[in-house]
């Protein structure tokens, strides 16, 4: 073998070595931590919530306090006969300067909460091993830290009569809101029973500490990430310097998921008139979807506008911690999935 065949043959064999990725590629050589700029962190008022309000569902009989200077919105809402039996039957969505929580609400399917539990994990994401036991309204609850790779999540589930219940706590950066969400179990009551629960598993206080130094969510009311303002965003912007989750939902025009981005595909089940593939549907806006790249690992999303057809797709997207946004022309079959929802107009 000649030195030029021997040189082809060697170049051959090193790129066959090369993994194939069909993936977003990585933008440093080190991993650092992101980070949330001074004119953000201004915006962290610590202080103890004095005033507070009673917000009572007349659906579902339960009420619960929140704090003076909240809002809160019905964004999920299946009045009558039930789209999707298995999707959320109704979302509370409540925000405010020091954080936001949203309270779920499903049909049981007569389950109890460990075969609901069960069913949950089967048919949408995983749960964290660890589940602490505790109570909410008299009733037997479950919580879960959600330890995300750009947001973290408090989740609290519980059983009602016929229906599942989960109050879902965005963890920012401002320890109010913390205790926020706390008052907020300890409150929540069903006019039935008017039981308090005082019950709150100190091994949470932990997974906080670390979580609330580490979350780039500031102040959804004052939602801004690189120029670009999206009022009651759920998702932080490290360092003002992207993120894929709030280029997302502002560009969609509000999104129900929360968590980080790898967890949304899984999350789409619970959203009636939410649809997902391994396609984009025609004539909507999708959101495209890779579970996971290899730096770093917590999945990526990105804003497909109404996809016309073609083996060619247009999107735009942020990284987080990375790039503030950034438009390119990838294969349709590079994302591992889409999400969309329905367009229900007639």
Known sequence: MNLKKFLMYLIFVLLLAIPMQNNIEPNNNTIHPCMYSNVQGAAIDPKEILEWLNYQDIEFNFSTSYPVGWEYQKT??????????????????????EGFIDIDVWSSQDMNLNEWLNWY??????????????????????????????????????????????????VSANITGFEIYK??????????????????????????????????????????????????????????????????????????????????????????????????????????????????????????????????ISISEMLYCTSCGRSRSISYTNPDGYMWRLNTKE
């Open 76 to 97: 999920i809402d299946q009045k009558g006969s039930l789209i999707d039996e298995e999707a959320i039957v109704q979302r509370l969505s409540f925000f405010g300067p």
């Open 183 to 312: 008052k907020m179990l300890s409150e929540f009551t069903f006019t039935h029973s008017f039981v308090n629960s005082d019950h709150f598993p100190k091994e949470m206080d932990n997974h906080i500490t670390i979580a609330i130094k580490d979350s780039a969510l500031i102040n959804a009311k004052i939602s801004s990430c690189c120029g670009y303002y999206s009022y009651g965003n759920p998702f932080g912007c490290c360092s003002n310097q992207g993120n894929c989750v709030w280029w997302v939902y502002y560009k969609y025009g509000g999104v129900p998921f929360r968590g980080d981005a790898g967890t949304w595909y899984g999350q789409v089940p619970d959203y009636p008139i939410w649809q997902r593939g391994s396609q984009p549907c025609l004539y909507n806006d999708n959101i495209a979807w890779w579970p996971t790249y290899d730096y770093p690992p917590y999945g990526h999303v990105a804003f497909l506008h109404y996809y016309s057809g073609g083996s060619t």
């Open 121 to 170: 994990e089967k048919t949408r994401n995983k749960l964290p091993e660890d589940g602490y036991d505790t109570l909410v309204a008299g009733n037997k609850a479950v919580m879960f830290f959600e330890d995300g790779s750009t947001t973290d999540m408090i989740s609290t589930f519980f059983i009602e009569k016929d229906h599942v219940y989960r109050l879902w706590y965005t």
